[in-house]
């Protein structure tokens, strides 16, 4: 509900602003369809007036709902969801049936005036997705991957579909390995099961950019409060100056010289993924 999400929102932007992270808002398009609702989202740039901030939309929505969505937060970017799978299984009243979405994407992408990203929401990306944005102008992809919060499972749950999606997709360290083979040239934002700061240093050894993390996050808000989470932030930052350390990197650019080897899992994927040249 509306008053549980604004609770949350705020919440999230005070601790975003004593850590110092980056946040992103949840869609707004209910606050696009009901304008009365928009306060919810303004007050996280009230309770981060200096932070980073990413809006967020939906890729139905027009460049003209894109603007208005940045302005409410004073937005620093824009990201635009695609949850094609989430799509399938919600009514046809709800869902967005057309997936025409990757040109409205660009059209936003080149007029906006900040950057865009288009963010999966759980169920990976995949080489063929990869090579489709890497020609357009977006300036960043969040990968989404499978393992964290699923949309396909929120939507049975609430009695909209029986059809069952959650073995469906890539997690995040797949999507991580269809870029490196899909040649990616986007900035990527690793997202989808992270819950440590041991998954952070992986993501970031995988080639991510940036990583986030939301259904965990949530959870400890919602169980333990805002205080154990932004404890909870502390202690992954310490971490990951102990985890540099051990792998003998000074800064993020250094993971780049870093060996490691891949699960048997991900070695299996791979195999499949190179020697069939298999292209989803």
Known sequence: GSKMGNRINLELAEIAASQKLAMAVGSQSIALKYPEL????RQVRQHNPQGFI?????????????????EMLSADALEIHINTGQ????????????????????GIAENLGVPVVVKEVGFGMSQKMFK?????????????????????WIERERGQTTLNLDHYGFTGPESLVEARLAKNNKP????????????????????????SSAGYVLSVLKDEGSQA????????KDELVK???????????????VEFIYNQSLRHFLEERKDKQIIL
């Open 229 to 236: 989470l932004d404890e909870l932030f502390s202690q992954w």
């Open 188 to 211: 990527l934002i690793a997202t989808g099961a992270v819950s440590s700061s041991m998954d952070i240093l992986a993501a970031q050894l995988f080639g991510a950019s940036l990583v």
């Open 38 to 41: 928009a306060e919810g989202f």
């Open 132 to 152: 489709q944005l890497s020609q357009t102008a977006v300036a960043g992809i969040n990968i989404g991957g499978k393992g964290g919060t699923n949309f396909a």
């Open 87 to 106: 799509e399938l299984v919600m009514k046809d009243s709800e869902g967005d049936r057309s997936f025409y979405w990757l040109e409205n994407i660009n």
């Open 243 to 257: 985890l540099y350390t051990l792998v003998g990197a000074r800064q993020f650019n250094d993971l780049s010289q």
């Open 54 to 70: 990413f809006a967020n939309i939906g890729a139905g929505h027009s460049l003209e709902n894109a603007q208005k969505a940045v």
